[in-house]
């Protein structure tokens, strides 16, 4: 059988290093806000290029954290709109919402899944605050029109980096490129934890102490209250964990872009559509999605061979239930892409094997 993502295969690549981190904590005594976090703190702030990195919860609040943080430093109030692409995972809708803030959603291009950049200005009011975008499937989705709208319109540029740890974009990695970033160590990630996990990146000094004060019941100072924060930490091991893997990253990620080279120069049948590449150190394959008019029969077909697939995503953010109110409208690039994606096995620990029984299995199809 062919796994989607073998995860303790992955673990165990590094399962010595792992094992001895871990340990090391738990023979420490100290388990929260201690040594840990501010070594991988530094680490993954001085790898992604920005001044601050800040351990959160999750990513999930990592996205929320920097919103709430706009709006307690005056520069967002509850109302103000956030472009955002419409076929992202629900997680960037959600951190826009749990804010009061208004998601305005923007199609993405067809053949690089990413915002569309072109249809981005139409979309901007008196009320637009920020463009978030999603470096989604691991893709870079920054261009130096957006650059320019932010500019142009004095927007924030937020990042969500979640699926992208470790992509370039002419030499900068992604979740340095905007004013803030939100990172998930989600463990199905390229750079991912034991457990739930997140952080935020960014150069401005203002935002990284109010997110790392949100994120810790909104203290400043033990026992004295700013904000009225949760409790969203990210702990020792986690930490000591994501600190060992972050030294494998690039050499992870190499090994998923050689995998996704593979699959793009070997499928070769005229019901599939591959991913179109924008530079080829601007990916790095957190998960390799295809187009099939006939999704589901692949899918099927895919699975009696024994080859595990995934669906990112089966209902985009507007169709779902939890957002009733927008469940009339239209995004049809975004709803096309919903039909027909399939994402392949891809993760660092593919055979050679593997790759060979998956291209030919979908060849034969
Ligand atoms: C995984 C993911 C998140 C959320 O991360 P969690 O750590 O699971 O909360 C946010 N955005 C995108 C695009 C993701 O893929």
């Known amino acids: 059988m062919v796994k989607f993502l073998d995860l303790q295969k992955v673990t165990e690549s590094h399962g010595a290093e792992i094992r001895e981190a871990v340990d090391r904590v738990v023979r420490s005594g100290w ?3 201690g040594q840990e976090n501010a070594q991988f703190e530094s680490d993954y702030a001085r790898y992604i290029g920005t001044r601050h990195a800040v351990g959160v919860g999750n990513g999930l609040d990592a996205l929320i954290w920097i919103f709430r943080a706009y709006i307690e430093m005056g520069i967002m109030q509850p109302g103000d709109e956030v472009i955002v692409p ?8 959600l951190a826009i919402t749990e804010n009061g803030l208004t998601p305005v959603l923007v199609e ?3 053949s690089t899944y990413q915002i569309d950049d072109s249809l981005i200005e139409r979309a901007i009011t008196t009320r637009t605050r920020a463009i978030l ?19 142009q319109y004095n927007l924030k540029l937020v990042e969500d980096n979640a699926q992208a740890h470790g992509c370039l974009y002419h030499g900068r990695r992604t979740g340095s490129l905007g004013d803030a970033a939100g990172h998930s160590f989600y463990p199905g990630k390229n750079l991912g934890a034991l457990g739930d996990a997140g952080g935020v990146t960014t150069d401005d000094d203002e935002l990284a102490a109010t997110v790392r004060a949100l994120a810790n019941y909104g203290s400043t100072r033990k026992y004295v209250f700013r904000y009225t924060g949760r409790n969203s930490r990210l702990d020792e091991i986690e930490a000591a964990v994501l600190d060992v893997k972050l030294r494998y990253l690039d050499a992870d990620n190499a090994r998923r872009q050689s995998a996704a080279a593979y699959y793009l120069s070997h499928i070769k049948n005229p019901k599939i559509t591959l991913p179109v590449l924008t530079d080829p150190t601007s990916h790095v394959f957190h998960i390799f999605p295809i187009r099939c008019a006939d999704r589901d029969v692949l899918q099927q077909y895919l699975s009696d061979k024994g080859i595990q697939t995934i669906i990112h995503y089966p209902i985009p953010p507007h169709k779902q239930e939890c957002y009733r109110e927008w469940n009339h409208l239209s995004y049809p690039i ?4 919903h039909r027909e994606e399939l994402s392949l096995p891809m993760s660092p620990v593919m055979s050679e094997e593997e790759l060979q029984y998956v291209v030919k299995t979908i060849n034969e199809f």
Do not use: D, F, K, M
């Open 31 to 33: 388990y929260l806000q």
């Open 86 to 93: 419409a076929n992202t995972y629900i997680a960037s809708i």
């Open 108 to 110: 993405p291009n067809l």
């Open 133 to 151: 975008i999603v470096h989604l499937y691991g893709q870079c989705a920054y261009t130096e029109r957006i650059g320019e709208l932010c500019r």
């Open 334 to 337: 975004t709803e096309l892409i």
